[in-house]
C-alpha cells in the first residue's frame, strides 16, 4: 500500500467507512475479458492467485497517480498530519496497493511488443530503437524499461524486471530527449511500493526501504475466470540471489527525482506532500543511529550494483558516493517546515562528517602509500596517526608499482584493520559527480584512468574494480563463486554501462576528451556485439560467458554519453556543486584537529 495511500485511511469523516479506492476517480479498466481460447480455467486461476501472497486483500483497478493527488489537495494541514502518522498505520493496513501492470502474460512482464528491427544509420539510432521496445506499460502509460530484452533468451530469469538502478541511464536518456512522462511515472510509482510489507523468515527492515525491482504481472480475477487484472509484484530483496536488501535503491530515486526537476522545471512532483513524505522514510532509513563510529553507511555484501559476494560488506565506495550525493539532493529538495528541521541538521552534520571521513581515510596515491607504508601499529592514543590500525604489510605488490606518480583513487572499502584497495569505478566516477572529492581528487582520479586506459578501458569501458580476486583469494572471498570467476562479471569484468557516469565526471571536470575516447572504444562493437551486459577478460576481449544481451541498462549508458557529449550543459542535472558550507566546515574542523589536548580523563 501506497504512503499517500496509508495517509488516507488516517482521515475523519467519509473517508473512514470507505476503502481510499472508492473515493478516487477511476481511469480506464483494466480489467481483460478473455472469452476465447485463452481464456482460464477455475484451477488455473487459483494457481495463479497462489502464486502471488503479496497480492491479497483488496484488488482494484488501474488509477492514475495524479488522481489520488487531486484528493489531497485542499485538506491542507489535516493530510500532513495524516500523512506523519502513516508509519503508524502501516502495519494495520492491508497489502493491496494500486495495481501497476501491462500486457504480459500470467507469469511475464508488461512490456511492448517488439516490432519487426528494421536496418538502422547509426549506433545511436539502433539505440534508441531497443529502448524504446525495453519500455514497460501501465494502463497504457510507460512506467519503466526491463534489464534485458533478448528475443532468444527463453529463461529471463529476472532480467524481464524493471530494476531501479538499472532503470536510471535509461530515465536519464528519456530527460535528455524530453520524454518527461515515463520518468514521472516511475518515480511515483515505485514511491507507492516504498511501504509495502516486506518481510522473509517473520523479519521486516526499516520502512522507507525502496524494492530492488517490480514486475508487471496479469493475474486472474477472483471469482471470475474470464477476468485479468493488473498488479505490480515488488521484489525488496527477499527473491533475489543472496537475499539482500537493496540499500542503493532509495538513494538512486532521490537522485533521479532531483534530475527529473532540472530538466523538466516540473517541481510539482518532488514538492507533492507523499514524495516529501517518502524522502524523508528514505534518508530516516539512512540517518538512524546504530553502533557504528564512523559515518558512513555500513552495508552487507551483495547490496548495490555488485549484488553478489565480492568482499564488500562493510562501508563500501558506492554507497558512500550514492549516499553523498543523495543528502545533497534531498536538501534541495526537502520544503521547510518545522517537523524537517531536525533532519535537515542531521543531514547537514553527516554531510560534513562523512565528506570528512572519506576525503581524509579513503584517498591513496603515492604520498599516502608512503606513509601507511611507514605506518606505527597498535597506538593507544587520540592523537593516533594509525587510527584503524592498518598494518603495512596489507600493501598488495600490484598496488606499489600501479599507481602512477600523478594520479590517485579512494580505496574500495575500509574497516578496522582493513583496507580494500582495489579501485572500483563506480564509487570513485560519483565521487567526482557528487563533489564527495576535492578538485585536487577528481582530476587526480581522471588522471589515473586516463594513465591506466590498458587496464580499466582497454577494448571495451570500464572496469567495475580492478584487479579481479584471484586463486585462493577468489576462493575465500567469493566462496568460490563461478560466476564472479577472475576478470568477469563483478570480479573485473568491463560494464558498457559505467560510460555515462564517466561522461558526467569528465565533463564535470572539463575534460570530455577523456570520455570521448571512451565512447569512440565502444561504438566500434557494443552494437556488433548486440549490446551484452559485461565483457570478460583483462581486456575485455570476450561477451561475458553469461552475460545478457540487448541489456538495457548498456543500451541507454550509451545513449545517456553520446547525449552529454551533444548538451554538455545537461550534464549539470546529475552533479552537485561543492557545498561552501561543508569546505569552512572541513577547515574549521581540521584547524581545531591540531590542537592537543591538555589533560583527558577516561571514565
Not at 520502512?207 to 504481472?217: E, I, N, T, Y
Not at 554507497?319 to 535537515?344: H, K, N, V
Request: charged share 25%; proline share 5%.
Amino acid at each position: 500500500m501506497g504512503i499517500a495511500e496509508v495517509a488516507l485511511h488516517t482521515m475523519p469523516g467519509a473517508f473512514a467507512a470507505h476503502s481510499p479506492a472508492s473515493n478516487l476517480p477511476l481511469v480506464a479498466d483494466a480489467r481483460r475479458r478473455k472469452r476465447n481460447a485463452y481464456s482460464l480455467p477455475n484451477v488455473r486461476a487459483l494457481q495463479g492467485l497462489l502464486k502471488f501472497p503479496r497480492l491479497r486483500s483488496v484488488r482494484r483497478q488501474c488509477q492514475q497517480i495524479d488522481d489520488l493527488a487531486r484528493v489531497t489537495e485542499g485538506y491542507g494541514n489535516w493530510v500532513k498530519d495524516a500523512m506523519n502518522n502513516a508509519s503508524q498505520v502501516l502495519d494495520d493496513v492491508g497489502m493491496a496497493d494500486q495495481a501497476v501492470g501491462g500486457n504480459g502474460g500470467l507469469n511475464g512482464n508488461a512490456v511492448k511488443p517488439a516490432p519487426q528491427r528494421r536496418k538502422t544509420s547509426s549506433v545511436e539510432d539502433e539505440a534508441w530503437e531497443l529502448l524504446q521496445e525495453s519500455m514497460v506499460y501501465y494502463c497504457g502509460s510507460p512506467v519503466g524499461t526491463i534489464a534485458a530484452n533478448d528475443p532468444n533468451d527463453s529463461d529471463p530469469v529476472n532480467y524481464d524486471q524493471v530494476f531501479i538502478r538499472d532503470f536510471i541511464p535509461s530515465g536519464i536518456a528519456f530527460l535528455l530527449k524530453g520524454e518527461y512522462e515515463i520518468v514521472r511515472n516511475f518515480i511515483l510509482h515505485t514511491l507507492q511500493l516504498q511501504s509495502w510489507e516486506k518481510t522473509m523468515d517473520c523479519h521486516s527492515p526499516g520502512q522507507g526501504l525502496m524494492p530492488a525491482s517490480f514486475k508487471v504481472r496479469t493475474i486472474p480475477l477472483d471469482g471470475d475466470e474470464d477476468a485479468t487484472e493488473e498488479v505490480l509484484d515488488p521484489d525488496f530483496g527477499e527473491a533475489a540471489i543472496g537475499r539482500v536488501a537493496p540499500v542503493d535503491s532509495g538513494l538512486w530515486w532521490i537522485i533521479l527525482l532531483r534530475a527529473y526537476g532540472k530538466c523538466s522545471g516540473d517541481l510539482s512532483v518532488q514538492e507533492r506532500i507523499d514524495v516529501q513524505t517518502g524522502m524523508k522514510m528514505i534518508l530516516k532509513l539512512c540517518l538512524a543511529d546504530g553502533f557504528d563510529m564512523f559515518p558512513t553507511l555500513l552495508v552487507t555484501d551483495g547490496s548495490c550494483m555488485i549484488d553478489r559476494r565480492m568482499g564488500i560488506h562493510g562501508h563500501p565506495l558506492e554507497i558512500q558516493a550514492l549516499f553523498y550525493s543523495a543528502l545533497l539532493c534531498a536538501r534541495e529538495m526537502l520544503t521547510p517546515e518545522d517537523g524537517s528541521a531536525d533532519l535537515i541538521r542531521a543531514l547537514n552534520n553527516r554531510l560534513i562528517a562523512l565528506s570528512f571521513h572519506i576525503r581524509e581515510y579513503y584517498w591513496v596515491d603515492m604520498q599516502k602509500l608512503n606513509e601507511i607504508y611507514r605506518y606505527k601499529t597498535e597506538e593507544y592514543s587520540y592523537d593516533a596517526v594509525n587510527k584503524f590500525n592498518i598494518y603495512p604489510d596489507q600493501i598488495p605488490p600490484w598496488l606499489v608499482e600501479w599507481v602512477p606518480p600523478k594520479g590517485g583513487y579512494f580505496i574500495g572499502n575500509l574497516q578496522p584493520a582493513h583496507m580494500d584497495f582495489r579501485f572500483f569505478s563506480l564509487g570513485n566516477l560519483w565521487s567526482i559527480v557528487s563533489s564527495l572529492a576535492t578538485t585536487h581528487q577528481s582530476h587526480a582520479i581522471l588522471d589515473l584512468i586516463e594513465s591506466k586506459w590498458s587496464d580499466l578501458v582497454a577494448e571495451m569501458p570500464l572496469k567495475i574494480c580492478y584487479p579481479a580476486l584471484e586463486n585462493q583469494e577468489w576462493k575465500i572471498i567469493t566462496g568460490s563463486d563461478p560466476k564472479n570467476t577472475p576478470w568477469s562479471y563483478h570480479n573485473g569484468g568491463s560494464w558498457p554501462t559505467l560510460l555515462w557516469q564517466l561522461t558526467v565526471a569528465c565533463i564535470k571536470m572539463n575534460r570530455p576528451e577523456l570520455a570521448a575516447k571512451a565512447i569512440e572504444v565502444a561504438e566500434r562493437r557494443i552494437a556488433t556485439d548486440k549490446w551484452p551486459e559485461y565483457y570478460d577478460t583483462k581486456r575485455a576481449r570476450f561477451i561475458g560467458k553469461q552475460s545478457r544481451l540487448y541489456q538495457t541498462w548498456s543500451i541507454a549508458g550509451f545513449l545517456v554519453a553520446k547525449l552529454l557529449m551533444e548538451k554538455p550543459d545537461a550534464a549539470r542535472i546529475l552533479w552537485n556543486d561543492e557545498d561552501a558550507e561543508i569546505l569552512n566546515a572541513l577547515s574549521t574542523n581540521r584547524k581545531r584537529g591540531k590542537k592537543v589536548l591538555k589533560k583527558t580523563y577516561i571514565v
